[in-house]
């Protein structure tokens, strides 16, 4: 079974957290308990964004989350990981689509093969992905 893991990135301080304890107070407002800096957060979603834990871990054994920017040496290129409701999973994104790039079903099995270098919020990608 799959661990059950979620972060969040605070826009204001410009650092990400992981989160011990979630609960989701109403419609408006989630409560989040993190022990990284030992206080509770009620929040909008825009301004902490919430990600999840896809239960994959890239070449260097570090937790792959959505949003975050994998490289791959092989291709020269990165990828952004995130939600595809569509297809019920997490998927890569190519971060730079031009010719001549893998198509997702190509890259799909690869994940070991990937580093971790940053995420679209740390690395202001955020506007041109949504």
């Known amino acids: 079974m799959r661990e059950i893991k979620f972060r969040f990135y605070d826009k204001f301080d410009k650092k990400m957290f992981n989160i011990d304890n979630l609960w989701f107070d109403d419609w408006l407002t989630t409560t989040i308990h993190s022990m990284n800096d030992c206080r509770v957060l009620s929040l909008w979603w825009d301004w902490y964004p919430i990600m999840q834990y896809t239960g994959l871990k890239d070449k260097v054994n570090k937790n792959i989350f959505d949003w975050d920017i994998l490289y791959f040496e ?54 041109n992905m949504k």
Do not use: H, Q
């Open 74 to 127: 092989m291709y020269k290129d990165s990828w952004v990981v995130k939600y595809d409701d569509a297809k019920g999973a997490f998927v890569i994104v190519w971060n730079n689509p031009k010719e001549g790039c893998p198509t997702e079903n190509e890259i799909a099995y690869r994940w070991k093969d990937c580093e971790i270098i940053w995420n679209i919020y740390e690395n202001d990608l955020i506007d």
